[in-house]
């Protein structure tokens, strides 16, 4: 397999700024995941999709992000008007479909980090 | 409340012995329960897991785990640490009870691990 891959790999933007990330799952997978870490902390979940369509959302999602899987491929995740606080590593996942033996496990890019000044 | 304990921050141990790295949690039923270890500036990369079945889980890197019903814990044991095995280690759980269709990790604050020459 290919890894999922996430771009860009750091960024640094202003307090107040909007950002965008983009993940793409391993291509045999059809559920992606997005998690936010922190410094000295394990991930936290976001989002979840199936597919396109976001089955679950954490109530960690402010009304700020927004995420979108429009063709069931790669996903996108908007952070609007930035603040320092989101100042994390944003990690995506993704994971086999129903039936697969692997189909609990889910395989994690490598990050995008983001610093908001 | 459910949770994931990883109960030591940081675990030391000379090359060549065995190491343990703790993991337990609070949840009702029965849970998914799966190792990663983050190496630095990388994503989490998958080690091993529990589903059902043998209590005792063989992963990657000769790396294992028992879950322990009763303790309600899922310790990573190696028999022989490798210098390279200084990492970063988590442990995570998927609730089931969060609804059938929940497939959303919670992690551990995690451990790191050094492994000592």
């Known amino acids: 397999d290919t890894g999922v891959s996430q771009d860009p790999r750091h960024k640094i933007t202003k307090r107040g700024q909007n950002v965008t990330f983009r993940c793409d799952p391993i291509?045999?997978?059809?559920?992606l995941y997005w998690y936010r870490q922190t410094l000295g902390q394990g991930p936290e979940f976001l989002t979840y999709f199936q597919n396109e369509a976001q089955l679950e959302k954490s109530r960690l999602l402010s009304d700020r992000f927004s995420a979108e899987r429009p063709k069931g491929s790669f996903s996108t995740l908007e952070i609007q008007r930035t603040e320092q606080g989101d100042s994390a590593m944003y990690l995506c996942?993704?994971?086999?479909?129903?039936?697969?033996?692997?189909?609990?496990?889910?395989?994690f890019g490598p990050g995008t980090r983001l610093t908001v000044l | 409340a459910q949770s994931v304990a990883q109960p030591e921050d940081q675990v030391n141990v000379a090359e060549g012995n065995p190491l343990t790295v703790k993991c337990t949690y609070s949840v009702s039923g029965n849970p998914y329960l799966f190792w990663y270890v983050q190496y630095p500036n990388r994503g989490l990369q998958f080690l091993l897991k529990y589903i059902t079945g043998d209590n005792l889980v063989k992963g990657s890197y000769g790396f294992e785990a028992e879950f322990n019903k009763s303790q309600t814990s899922f310790h990573l044991k190696k028999p022989s640490a490798l210098v390279s095995d200084s990492a970063l280690y988590f442990c995570?759980?998927?609730?089931?009870?969060?609804?059938?269709?929940?497939?959303?990790?919670?992690f551990g604050k995690g451990t790191k691990l050094s492994v000592i020459p």
């Open positions: 291509s045999e997978h059809n559920r």
């Open positions: 995570a759980v998927r609730f089931l009870d969060s609804g059938a269709g929940s497939y959303q990790l919670t």
């Open positions: 996942a993704s994971s086999f479909p129903s039936g697969s033996p692997r189909t609990d496990t889910q395989y």
